[in-house]
């Protein structure tokens, strides 16, 4: 019987905040505990069928590649020992390979996408503008286009159950300071590149992906929440890419394409997952993790 977890309930700790997908709760001052769980959402909405395991292996991939560019970027993963905290073991049970335990940060309130390939919202912006976050780009782009390089495109982070919005970066600059941002950007597109010639090695595209940063106590930029992950990014199978076409991926897509063709408008009650496609996105982001880290 696979391990499904929806929400945590960690009594012996403070919850401080419930995500989309990680609950988080405070340990003292300077840390916090977040477990993964296996709540999926798409265009920003919760839906109401989990993924089992998702959360571990979203974890897990995390870990890999906050591991692989520590000497990049400091990350949020604190030297803190799990048993140092006064839970239960039904708690610990609860959270096992879902955990981790993180410095507390200042979160900044942009996202930082980089996008290698013309799809999602992306895509979206390009057919009724021919731009995306201002950045022009060429005419007769299809669906899944290589872009002549890679383009960095903030967004603004929504409250829950809003939608995020693309921004320029001349606004994130308003937001967060030039400096800051020059510094996310630069940082972003390097693990970007890394990251893309790691995966090319095991035949997979990196199409897209987001990037999350907050500041330490002593202003330092750190990379932060989830990174490279089926959550986050758009991971593409190198023989079955295609231009024109929603490319066999594993990544929640395949998520976003199945409530497309149900006719969902994205707005709440979310529709349930039957198991086939339940099943499905399982195996694509087991898939994922295997290949990673095997």
């Given at each position: 019987m696979k391990n499904i977890l929806h929400t945590s309930d960690i009594k012996s700790l403070k919850k401080i905040y419930q995500g989309k997908v990680r609950d988080i709760y405070e340990i003292d001052s300077s840390h916090i505990l977040i477990v993964s769980t296996d709540r999926i959402s798409v265009f920003d909405v919760i839906l109401p069928t989990?993924?089992?395991?998702?959360?571990?292996?979203?974890?897990?991939?995390?870990?890999?590649?906050?591991k692989k560019f520590s000497s990049i970027i400091s990350n949020h993963i604190a030297e803190y020992n799990i048993n140092d905290l006064k839970i239960s073991d039904r708690e610990y049970d609860e959270i096992e390979g879902r955990y981790v335990i993180v410095k507390k940060l200042k979160a900044l309130p942009v996202e930082s996408i980089v996008r290698n390939y013309l799809i999602g919202s992306g895509y979206s912006d390009y057919l009724s503008s021919g731009s995306i976050c201002g950045i022009e780009l060429p005419a007769n782009l299809k669906m899944a286009s290589k872009l002549p390089e890679l383009i960095f495109t903030p967004s603004t982070k929504a409250e829950l159950g809003d939608h995020d919005i693309?921004?320029?970066?001349?606004?994130?600059?308003?937001?967060?300071?030039?400096?800051?941002?020059?510094?996310?950007?630069?940082?972003?597109?390097?693990?970007?590149?890394?990251?893309?010639?790691?995966?090319?090695?095991?035949?997979?595209?990196?199409?897209?992906?987001?990037?999350?940063?907050?500041?330490?106590?002593?202003?330092?930029i750190t990379i932060m929440d989830e990174i490279l992950t089926s959550d986050s990014s758009r991971f593409w199978l190198s023989e079955s890419y295609e231009e024109g076409i929603s490319p066999v991926s594993l990544d929640k897509q395949f998520i976003r394409d199945?409530?497309?063709?149900?006719?969902?408008?994205?707005?709440?009650?979310?529709?349930?997952?039957?198991?086939?496609?339940?099943?499905?996105?399982?195996?694509?982001?087991?898939?994922?993790?295997?290949?990673?880290?095997?």
């Open positions: 989990p993924i089992p395991e998702k959360g571990i292996i979203l974890n897990n991939v995390s870990n890999f590649w906050f693309n921004i320029s970066f001349n606004k994130m600059s308003e937001i967060l300071g030039r400096e800051n941002s020059i510094s996310i950007r630069d940082i972003s597109l390097k693990i970007f590149i890394d990251a893309s010639k790691i995966l090319k090695d095991k035949n997979i595209i990196l199409a897209d992906t987001k990037f999350e940063f907050g500041l330490s106590e002593t202003g330092e199945y409530v497309k063709s149900i006719s969902w408008n994205d707005t709440m009650p979310a529709p349930a997952l039957p198991e086939d496609i339940v099943e499905k996105t399982y195996e694509k982001y087991k898939d994922l993790n295997r290949i990673l880290t095997s």
